[in-house]
């Protein structure tokens, strides 16, 4: 995609039919022409529907129950006086059905996801990347073995290797970052946040970007909204990796 236009607002006016001819054709090119766009509005419409088909089989109930007590109400209290005749009643039912109806289209413009729902929609733990560099060569066999313990998902192992090394060089931030998604893997979140806590604090490395993504991810885990919302809103507002990512989870928070 081209990095330098925002297509949050133009995928928005997409799925909501607010497309002028020119920009609709213009933008269905750029679908074509970059698949992660056309993948991006896919997920964005496949969220939609999912809530609007919720909220619709709920307005459709409440509907139902509505004209239901209507028509189960005894008939001396439908008549007596005629103080509401039948047509207004009708009316009356109308209005309120055009109000819910109403009421599910705001929050449906207005939607949200459950923060457990959009990690798990977004969460791959990082590939494993077998550069290893130390000037030990004892810590950097045991890196290499964490590294393989990684890679074939024995998280339990790789964090006893990975917390070794540790012990052995506190600056180790290959092994910090990968302890962290070793950590995310076994549902210790908390623990997770400190070792990419450590590794954004290290300011000079290549997992920064990387280790700020995951520890949004992880304040998503934890029930950290506002941290999560912060974070991932800068992440997006990056011409970064995860912006799109982050673009897509802030709006749905």
Not at 18 to 46: C, G, H, I
Not at 144 to 154: D, F, N
Not at 168 to 178: A, L, Q
Not at 179 to 184: A, D, H, K
Request: charged fraction near 25%; hydrophobic fraction near 40%.
């Amino acid at each position: 995609m081209n990095n330098q236009i925002d297509y949050s607002e133009l995928i928005d006016r997409y799925l909501n039919n607010k497309m002028e001819q020119d920009e609709l054709k213009w933008f269905t090119r750029e679908m074509d022409n970059y698949p992660s766009l056309a993948e991006e509005v896919r997920l964005q419409k496949e969220i939609g529907e999912a809530i609007l088909n919720e909220e619709t089989l709920e307005f459709r109930a409440q509907i139902s129950s509505l004209f239901e007590k209507e028509t189960a109400a005894p008939t001396r209290i439908r008549t007596r006086k005629h103080l509401i005749p039948g047509a207004a009643r009708i009316a009356v039912a109308s209005l309120a059905a055009l109000i819910m109806l109403g009421t599910g289209i705001w929050f449906y413009t207005h939607r949200t996801i459950e923060p457990d729902t959009l990690f798990e929609m977004y969460y791959e733990p990082y590939d494993g990347l077998m550069n290893v560099r130390s000037g030990n060569s004892q810590v950097a066999d045991l890196l290499v073995s964490a590294m393989q313990k990684y890679e074939t998902g024995e998280f339990e192992s790789a964090l006893l290797l990975f917390e070794t090394v540790l012990a052995n060089d506190r600056n180790n931030i290959t092994s910090r970052f990968y302890s962290g998604i070793s950590y995310m893997e076994t549902d210790r979140f908390s623990v997770a946040e400190s070792s990419f806590t450590g590794v954004i604090d290290h300011k000079d490395n290549l997992f920064i970007e990387h280790a700020e993504w995951y520890l949004g991810l992880c304040y998503l885990k934890t029930g950290k909204i506002d941290e999560a919302e912060e974070l991932l809103t800068a992440i997006a507002e990056t011409d970064g990796y995860y912006s799109r990512q982050a673009r897509r989870i802030s709006r749905n928070l």
